[in-house]
């Protein structure tokens, strides 16, 4: 068995042909879709990178492994301390130590585990290679190293490749000479001229309007593709199509690789699967290249698996994890060993190799990096509970109907108070269910809090003060003070962007 996992970092599913994108993004994703189960309803358990790669290989969710965030304790895995073996319970229940064990080849090409120093990345493979430019490789340069291992590799069996491609990532960076194919295209026709003119008047935070560079409008000349500030709407179809680019420039790549399988006469033996560890926002929520919120656009995936001998060409619309992979992953393969104990997802096998639709009654997702949230997703809803708003003032509780308005403009928690109770008692039966079941003695969220709030928040405000104030916008500084009395302590994280 075979098993290619691609990786594409920031790739949100709308835009994709094969999730209704009326751009062509992806025609080589899209015919992989036609073979495959895709999936309309997956979610990673923790955004954004950091954390949902960890939820994906660990089997955990983030209040349970410990990594919450991109910096301070909740970037670090939970030491098991007393009784810890010879190896730790990360280490013998990741995923691909899983695969490792019942014979497969595990291998990655990837700089996520050097970008982040996370050890964790790397529990149970055979082979690592390092990319090298900690997430700011180019596609052109990721593909060779794909090619070579191919060269080593793809007459065998029994392999497990993890695959990483950024180049949707900010910023955007394809080569020159990949010429703009969206140049005569739209952009979402829910981003009118109106909703653009509110955002530049009263919307603030980092990846607003104003500041695309998180903090600042600095602009890069490296980065042609990736403005600083939003001025027009010109601006903004600009920062849509250098998005839209790094899609269609790594789907092109990917046509080249699976010619190469196809050509070694092992396409139908080889399980393909395509997914992402976060979305982006493009506007949504007022904010532009970023993952920074556990909203619907940073939270949901795509999944794609075409199986051999699995459905082919279907839709699932089942509510699921990213951490729900690796079991599904045991029971596909049909793994003598028994599945970890410690793992929390539940196998969703049934629903890529038979017809049912299988689903979770409600996610619970998380963000603690950007902001500190918890969102629960569950009917036609995603209800948001802000702890720390990152500098953006959300409001404590936000709640959005996704099936009338999936690009979360209309906030309905004043209005609907009884939907917002009923996602609270999800919210407080997820996680009594997971600090009692795990033993688990702290909430990685409010050790977040207890340090001083998000790593990309925490000592930012008196710089942000001042782009505030040369934007016009110096209305926010005090609101933003008095949410906010420990910012005047947290100086420590500053960089200059």
Not at 137 to 153: G, I, L, M, Q, Y
Not at 187 to 213: A, C, M, R, Y
Not at 225 to 250: Q, R, T
Not at 486 to 493: I, L, M, P, W
């Amino acid at each position: 068995m075979r098993i290619l996992y691609i990786d594409i970092d920031s790739l949100r599913p709308d835009h994709l042909g094969c999730y209704g994108y009326h751009r062509n993004t992806s025609p080589t994703i899209d015919s992989v879709a036609k073979e495959a189960v895709r999936f309309n309803n997956y979610y990673t358990s923790d955004a954004p990178c950091l954390p949902s790669r960890t939820a994906f290989y660990s089997g955990r969710f983030g209040i349970h492994s410990g990594v919450v965030g991109h910096g301070d304790t909740a970037a670090d895995i939970r030491q098991d301390g007393m009784g810890r073996g010879f190896r730790d319970s990360y280490e013998c229940n990741a995923l691909p130590t899983q695969l490792q064990n019942a014979g497969f080849w595990t291998a990655q090409i990837s700089p996520f585990g050097q970008r982040h120093a996370a050890r964790q990345f790397y529990c149970g493979f055979n082979e690592i290679l390092n990319t090298g430019k900690g997430g700011m490789e180019s596609a052109e340069e990721v593909t060779p190293v794909v090619d070579e291992w191919f060269d080593r590799n793809l007459d065998k069996d029994n392999w497990f490749l993890h695959l990483n491609y950024w180049d949707p990532h900010t910023p955007y960076r394809t080569p020159a000479e990949f010429e703009n194919p969206f140049k005569e295209d739209p952009i979402p026709d829910w981003l009118t001229e109106e909703v653009f003119q509110n955002q530049l008047k009263n919307k603030i935070g980092p990846h607003s309007p104003h500041e695309i560079n998180m903090y600042n409008d600095v602009e890069k000349d490296l980065f042609p593709d990736y403005p600083g500030s939003l001025k027009s709407m010109e601006d903004v179809k600009k920062m849509i199509d250098g998005y839209d680019m790094g899609v269609k420039y790594v789907d092109d790549q990917l046509a080249g690789l699976f010619q190469r399988i196809k050509d070694a006469g092992i396409w139908e033996d080889t399980a393909i699967i395509i997914s992402a560890d976060h979305g982006e926002n493009m506007g949504e929520l007022g904010i532009y290249g970023e993952h920074g919120t556990a909203d619907q656009i940073t939270t949901k995936v795509p999944l794609i698996v075409k199986w051999p001998g699995a459905e082919k060409g279907t839709v699932k619309e089942g509510l699921h994890y990213n951490l729900d992979l690796a079991p599904t992953l045991h029971d596909l393969l049909n793994l003598k060993s028994e599945k970890p104990e410690i793992w929390d997802g539940e196998s969703f096998a049934s629903s890529i190799c038979s017809p049912e639709d299988s689903s979770r009654d409600y996610l619970v997702v998380s963000q603690c990096a950007h902001v500190c949230q918890r969102s629960v997703r569950f009917k036609d809803f995603i209800y948001i509970r802000t702890y720390h708003d990152g500098f953006h003032l959300f409001p404590k509780e936000m709640l959005f109907n996704l099936k009338e308005d999936p690009y979360q403009q209309i906030d309905l928690a004043n209005n609907k108070k009884e939907i917002c109770r009923e996602a609270l008692y999800y919210l407080n039966e997820w996680k009594d269910d997971i600090m009692e079941t795990r033993q688990i003695d702290r909430d990685p969220l409010w050790t977040v809090m207890k340090e001083g709030g998000p790593f990309h928040a925490k000592g930012y405000l008196d710089f942000y003060s001042k782009q505030l104030t040369k934007t016009g916008r110096s209305w926010a500084i005090q609101k933003l003070r008095e949410k906010h009395p420990r910012e005047a302590t947290n100086k420590q994280n500053v960089q200059t962007f």
